[in-house]
């Protein structure tokens, strides 16, 4: 007999999200995922000025803060036909990258380190100890023992304080812990320097878009002019800073996260077998080179692959009606022609159906609706998104850089190609990308100083963002990359406004509940097979759900307050 348990909330993440999973001879048999937030972001958008759709859906969350204005212009310029500027291509790529690696960064330390870091463990490591350890492993200027005892004291002054602040509500102690004291306070420390540099990367932001988060974007460029000699723009101060700061990126990732990944993974190697879940991965692509209507170009190559087969990437092409669907079978919404079809976003409905006590649920009713997000489907498949699907892509597509990538992390843990599907390799493959991405930012970076030493200084066209220069109706699919994985968003424009507005966010991909035929979706899958020590502490699941970096937020919109809960597993 099962035993059902409850996670909920699921915490660090962003966003509200529940699951639930049936429990047999200590591990998981079943799970079900619940977004519990109401869905609400397309009503704001309809009968808007289209050039005014990014300001609103880059507010869905706090922390993908460029990837949805991205979305945003690039779906209203593809409905007008518009082509950005060079320099607008290279400026964006840039903001995009500096997402990739403050988020990245965060998720790990911040958001899924814990999940594998026995902070209470480092009370007792060897401050000399843990310097020769940081020291066999990077060059990392802050590992001299006298730095790893200082952070030793601060840490036992938050112990015996009985408040350990930023570390509170951990499961401390938990039998699935491996690292030895000295790793963990060797990770306590990168942690918490973490935490100071994560603010410096995201000023590119505000050097080219005025602000952090939500930086300013345009419909047919980027909101910034250059002139290398003008106080209020691009100048060559502020450019030259821009390079300063992606050289201090390079510095911390390669010299302080992707040794900490390594090592980590190293006393972890059996997650390469758990949590792999579906064996279909879907990719958008992004980060063009020679515009972004020529996807050869993209650094992330835009493809599919179908039961985990390496040897072929199938094409994907988001405005053909037949491709993608969203279902609402088991979500709380509507669609006129019944629940049981699904609809492409270009004739998706935001209409929501919900009955019953508020929150809907005691326990989630599985064999109805329990969740308030869609389910997305390819051609019918259940797929994963996010940086595990990004890597196999451009792993199979034979790309150099990918398979260097991917070849060097299963020689350094030596492990099989097969440990690439599963929780491990999802958070190897995060670390793998976020280090391509230190190199491919000097690429952009040194492709705008170039062009703007051969006189380009464009930043935006003003072509035909003129309404009265646009036709009657016009559609439109804008796509990109989010950090979680694969984003578009779809609209329709009529007499000048929005007519329609759809988002299908990496988590309505991975979080969703089953569709009409009863298929996981990519967290539910995920956890199938998942061993759990102690229900009351159920640090493995949450080992799982974090490598997917869940974003709720962007799933699910709006948020109603009230409710109780039968059970509830503290979470941290």
Sequence with gaps: MANRIVVDPVTRIEGHLRVELDIQNGKVVDAYSSGTMVRGIEIILKGRDPRDAWA?????????????????????????????????????????????????????????????????????????????????????????PGYFSDLKKRLSKFVESGQLGIFANGYWGHNAYKLPPEANL???????????????????HTIFGGKNPHPNYLVGGVPCSINLDENNAINAERLAYVGTLLGQAQDFINQVYIPDLLAVASFYKDWAAIGGGLSNYLVYGDLPMNGYNDPSSFKFPRGVIMNRNLNEVQEINPADLEEIQEFVTHSWYEYEEGDETGKHPFEGETKLNF?????PYDQLNVEGKYSWMKTPRWKGNAMEVGPLSRMLVGFASGKDEYVEAVTGVLTALDVPVEALFSTLGRTAARGLETQLMTGWSMEFYN???????????????????????????????????????????????????????????????????????????????????????????????????????????????????????????ETF
């Excluded at 212009?73 to 690696?101: D, K």
């Excluded at 060797?186 to 590119?204: G, R």
């Excluded at 979706?521 to 080992?543: F, H, M, Q, W």
């Design 447 to 569: 492709q705008l100083m170039a062009n703007i030493k051969n006189g380009d200084t464009r930043t935006a066209t003003t072509e035909l963002f003129d309404p009265d220069t646009w036709p009657d109706e016009a559609q439109g699919v804008g796509m990109t990359e989010a950090p979680r994985g694969a984003l578009a968003h779809w609209i329709k424009i009529k007499d000048k406004k929005i007519n329609n507005y759809q988002l299908v966010v990496p988590s309505t991909w991975n979080a969703s509940p089953r569709d009409a035929k009863g298929q996981r979706s990519a967290y539910e899958a995920s956890l199938i097979g998942t061993p759990v020590d102690d229900p009351e502490k159920p640090l493995e699941v949450l080992r799982t759900i974090h490598s997917f970096d869940p974003c709720i937020a962007c799933a699910v919109h709006l948020y109603d307050e009230k409710g109780t809960y039968v059970h509830q597993v």
């Design 186 to 204: 060797m990770a306590v420390a990168h942690y918490l320097e973490a935490l100071e540099w994560q603010k410096e990367i995201v000023k590119i």
């Design 56 to 144: 609103f859906t880059e507010r869905v969350c706090g922390v993908c803060t460029t990837v949805h204005a991205l979305a945003s212009v690039r779906c209203v310029e593809n409905s007008l036909g518009m082509i950005v500027p060079p320099n607008a291509e290279m400026i964006r790529n840039l903001m995009f990258a500096a997402q990739y690696m403050q988020d990245h960064v965060v998720h790990f330390y911040h958001l899924h380190a814990l999940d594998w870091v026995d902070v209470v463990s480092a009370l007792s490591a060897d401050p000399a100890a843990t310097s020769t350890l940081a020291q066999s492993i990077s060059k990392w200027p802050n590992s001299s």
């Design 355 to 359: 009955t019953g006590p508020n929150p």
